[in-house]
């Protein structure tokens, strides 16, 4: 019954909101956002004004808290998120990518992340008993503030009734399968109407599951790819030991903003992701074939 | 009528076996104890059974327990009642059979009472008098009906004072049956009156009522209908005005309800009930109101239902709280309506927290424990170790998996899994964890190295051998995947 509204919100860029389904592995071909001239500052508060009016407009009229986010806390990335973060009652996915799709572990590590640089309670909604305590609170999720749900095949109903509740600071489910669009969007009026963060961890027995690219009303689509981290210590390759994990973030679907792909150092022990040193300063290809 | 007689004075709190008297200044006021009896001096008694338990006999608290029993017995029949100071009278009189007979429902007492911690004696008979000197004289049992007080027993079966028995002794009785077969009216003129109308409740000829406790005051609520009710909407209806007069007669009583049933009485005779529970003492209408609306379900109406009762089962007190006051800030959220709801939809069990427990074996550092529960929020900083990485995702139970890797203890230089070739491009270990031997003692040598290692693509795993790695009494060395980073 709802449609996500798909409204341009750049000048001289063609009507992109749906244009983000699953980016192949190479993401840098989809171009990341870069505008090649800055534009004039009546422009600019023109456009901001257009955005809050969209945003109020798809915003479902009874939404009580005003738009918060939560930033990612680089930069790059935080600039292409509208709102300069991961926005609060609102739905998100994260899935992850290849062979590691079946357990999520990355995936779950990144949410981890978001939710511990939250205040307060989390629902976490499992269709299986695979999640490992310790290892969330090694990502800076404390096992007191999380609440874990066994649901079965009723994860989507009790998120939803998570969600209902203003007291909880985010709600994660990982259901299995397809998911309608009319459950995602019913998933995303509920986070909007508290404010409350849904996140949903997709997960599927085969690599590239058709069913997690099917359109969906989530706000922000990730994909946490695993990429070969450096030696633990650069000066001394040969060192055995292991260092700080490395992601690809694929950002593949963004309502309001674009798509993007960064590499990134894997959640510490707060949940802060980092910049990775060797390749910080290196343009986004992106820019290079600009 | 049913009577039954109890140990006096066995309770929890006492290992059973040991000889238990109480006592009133320096005399016995209750035995349990062979070879003694109520009465004797207390240095006398302890003289003739050494290791003897003395207790302060508490005849007031005796008499509280004793009609608490009383109204838990109601579960049997409609009238029971304390017999002070150690029996219970029930009146089972038609309520029999719904518990498999007299002698199924006299069993079944008997255990429940062990259960307690009570040794109780009971009997069925036909009149008071006979049941309570079955229970207490004989061997107890169901006396059959029309049988009258068997002659055999003692005089005191017949419930008269110790001085009246002695001179009936003295006399040549020291059984009932002589006694109910000579002439009444020497024995009142010499007794009283009582005698004598002990001798007519053994034989049934004076009916003796007994005097019931009430049964606790429940809370509960029905509504009836004119018209047969079918529709959830209409059931939503009579819910909302339930729960709101159950949830004004807890406010009166200072209670919360913890557990509710709501029973559907169908035109058809039969009845249905939905049961909720709640994780602390609630008396918010629309709470208790959506809970059950949402097992509403469950429901058959089938041709409709003329009417709904809610009862209270279990209430609890609850007082007023004061609401947050602006100065400390917004109140701590109330996560409690939400895990009512997701405990009654899905069981206690799949609704959890994490707490940690000090254990090395990774299976075993965790323990599920209830949302509310008090140890699972305080665990503050007392943290799994976190210089250990740990897993985020573990595989219960851990997969085997093939290794080639140099022993006694490097890192795997490639495993496979799942039929599936990774080889090893960083690795971090081992890591060992030792058995807990001094929980058990299978564990004395075993041995597990853990390896956190990353493979070509990146992904990181969680590996352990079983084995230190030289030694082949730490474990058969092969490996298993344990989790994923």
């Known amino acids: 019954m709802f449609m996500p509204l798909v409204i341009p919100v750049r000048p001289g860029q063609s009507a992109s909101g749906e244009r983000s389904q699953a980016i192949p592995d190479g993401a840098s071909q989809d171009a990341a956002p870069a505008p090649s001239r800055p534009l004039p500052a009546a422009q600019v508060a023109t456009i901001a004004q257009l955005r809050a009016r969209i945003a109020r407009i798809e915003r479902s009229h009874d939404a009580a808290a005003p738009a918060r986010s939560l930033p990612l806390g680089i930069p790059a990335i935080d600039q292409a998120l509208p709102g300069g973060g991961i926005a609060l009652g609102a739905l998100h996915e994260a899935a992850s990518a290849g062979a590691d799709t079946e357990h999520a572990a990355a995936a779950t590590l990144f949410v981890a992340g978001l939710l511990a640089r939250l205040d307060g309670p989390v629902l976490w909604v499992l269709r299986q008993a695979d999640l490992f305590a310790p290892g969330l609170a090694g990502a800076g999720l404390q096992p007191n503030r999380v609440i874990f749900v066994e649901a079965g095949k009723a994860v989507l109903a009790v998120m939803e009734e998570g969600l209902r509740h203003a007291a909880l600071a985010a709600v994660v489910g990982e259901p299995a399968g397809r998911i309608s669009l009319v459950a995602s969007r019913r998933l995303h009026l509920a986070a909007e109407r508290t404010g409350v963060l849904a996140i949903l961890i997709r997960r599927s027995a085969s690599f590239d599951d058709p069913a997690l690219a099917t359109p969906s009303a989530a706000v922000t689509r990730w994909r946490i790819a695993v990429l070969p981290s450096p030696p633990a210590l650069p000066e001394a390759p040969e060192t055995p030991g292991l260092g700080r994990a490395r992601w690809r973030l694929d950002l593949t679907r963004c309502r309001g903003g674009e798509p993007g792909s960064w590499i990134a150092e894997a959640c510490d022990a707060a949940g802060r992701l980092g910049l990775v040193p060797d390749i910080a300063d290196r343009p986004h290809p992106s820019r290079l074939s600009a | 009528?049913?009577?039954?007689?109890?140990?006096?004075?066995?309770?929890?709190?006492?290992?059973?076996?040991?000889?238990?008297?109480?006592?009133?200044?320096?005399?016995?006021?209750?035995?349990?104890?062979?070879?003694?009896?109520?009465?004797?001096?207390?240095?006398?008694?302890?003289?003739?059974?050494?290791?003897?338990?003395?207790?302060?006999?508490?005849?007031?608290?005796?008499?509280?327990?004793?009609?608490?029993?009383?109204?838990?017995?109601?579960?049997?029949?409609?009238?029971?009642?304390?017999?002070?100071?150690?029996?219970?009278?029930?009146?089972?009189?038609?309520?029999?059979?719904?518990?498999?007979?007299?002698?199924?429902?006299?069993?079944?007492?008997?255990?429940?009472?062990?259960g307690q911690g009570l040794r109780a004696r009971a009997a069925v008979a036909d009149t008071p008098a006979v049941a309570h000197a079955v229970a207490r004289y004989a061997a107890g049992g169901v006396v059959p009906p029309g049988a009258s007080m068997p002659g055999d027993l003692p005089l005191?079966?017949?419930?008269?004072?110790?001085?009246?028995?002695?001179?009936?002794?003295?006399?040549?009785?020291?059984?009932?049956?002589?006694?109910?077969?000579?002439?009444?009216?020497?024995?009142?003129?010499?007794?009283?009156?009582?005698?004598?109308?002990?001798?007519?409740?053994?034989?049934?000829?004076?009916?003796?009522?007994?005097?019931?406790?009430?049964?606790?005051?429940?809370?509960?609520?029905?509504?009836?209908?004119?018209?047969?009710?079918?529709?959830?909407?209409?059931?939503?209806?009579?819910?909302?005005?339930?729960?709101?007069?159950?949830?004004?007669?807890?406010?009166?009583?200072?209670?919360?309800?913890?557990?509710?049933e709501l029973r559907f009485e169908r035109v058809d005779g039969s009845a249905q009930a939905l049961r909720v529970g709640t994780a602390r003492p609630v008396r918010d209408a629309r709470h208790l109101g959506r809970m059950f609306e949402e097992r509403l379900e469950q429901v058959d109406p089938g041709p409709g239902v003329e009417a709904m009762r809610l009862a209270v089962a279990v209430a609890e007190p609850l007082g007023f709280v004061q609401g947050a006051s602006c100065l400390v800030g917004p109140a701590a959220p109330d996560l409690a309506p939400l895990v009512d709801r997701l405990v009654n939809r899905l069981g206690e069990s799949l609704v959890y927290r994490i707490a940690v427990v000090e254990s090395d074996v990774p299976e075993r550092s965790v323990r599920r424990t209830g949302v509310l529960s008090p140890g699972g929020s305080v665990c503050g900083s007392a943290c799994w170790p976190a210089d250990w990485p740990r897993p985020v995702r573990l595989l219960h139970p851990p997969q085997p998996i093939?290794?080639?890797?140099?022993?006694?203890?490097?890192?795997?230089?490639?495993?496979?899994?799942?039929?599936?070739?990774?080889?090893?491009?960083?690795?971090?270990?081992?890591?060992?964890?030792?058995?807990?031997?001094?929980?058990?003692?299978?564990?004395?040598?075993?041995?597990?190295?853990?390896?956190?290692?990353?493979?070509?693509?990146?992904?990181?795993?969680?590996?352990?051998?079983?084995?230190?790695?030289?030694?082949?009494?730490?474990?058969?060395?092969?490996?298993?995947?344990?989790?994923?980073?």
């Open chain 2, 402 to 485: 093939e290794v080639i890797a140099l022993l006694p203890d490097h890192p795997p230089v490639s495993f496979t899994w799942r039929q599936v070739r990774h080889r090893v491009r960083h690795a971090d270990g081992p890591e060992r964890i030792a058995g807990e031997w001094w929980k058990r003692d299978r564990e004395w040598f075993l041995v597990r190295d853990y390896f956190r290692i990353e493979d070509d693509d990146g992904r990181r795993f969680w590996l352990f051998r079983r084995g230190n790695g030289s030694d082949a009494g730490t474990g058969d060395m092969r490996w298993f995947l344990h989790g994923f980073f």
């Open chain 2, 156 to 260: 005191e079966a017949l419930r008269l004072s110790d001085v009246v028995a002695a001179e009936l002794r003295l006399m040549g009785f020291d059984r009932i049956g002589p006694l109910a077969a000579v002439a009444r009216a020497p024995l009142v003129r010499r007794f009283g009156p009582l005698l004598a109308l002990r001798l007519d409740q053994a034989a049934g000829r004076v009916f003796e009522p007994i005097v019931p406790v009430a049964p606790a005051a429940a809370i509960q609520a029905r509504l009836g209908f004119v018209e047969p009710l079918a529709t959830a909407e209409a059931f939503c209806v009579v819910i909302a005005r339930l729960v709101a007069m159950v949830c004004a007669d807890l406010e009166r009583a200072g209670q919360g309800a913890r557990r509710l």
């Open chain 2, 1 to 114: 009528m049913g009577s039954k007689g109890l140990r006096p004075f066995a309770g929890p709190g006492r290992s059973p076996g040991l000889p238990l008297v109480t006592v009133t200044g320096r005399t016995l006021a209750a035995v349990d104890a062979p070879g003694l009896r109520p009465g004797m001096t207390l240095a006398l008694a302890q003289a003739l059974v050494p290791g003897l338990v003395v207790r302060v006999a508490d005849p007031a608290g005796d008499a509280a327990e004793l009609a608490r029993l009383a109204q838990w017995c109601l579960r049997y029949a409609p009238l029971a009642a304390p017999d002070r100071p150690d029996g219970l009278w029930i009146d089972v009189s038609g309520t029999a059979h719904l518990h498999g007979g007299e002698a199924a429902l006299l069993r079944d007492l008997v255990e429940r009472l062990a």
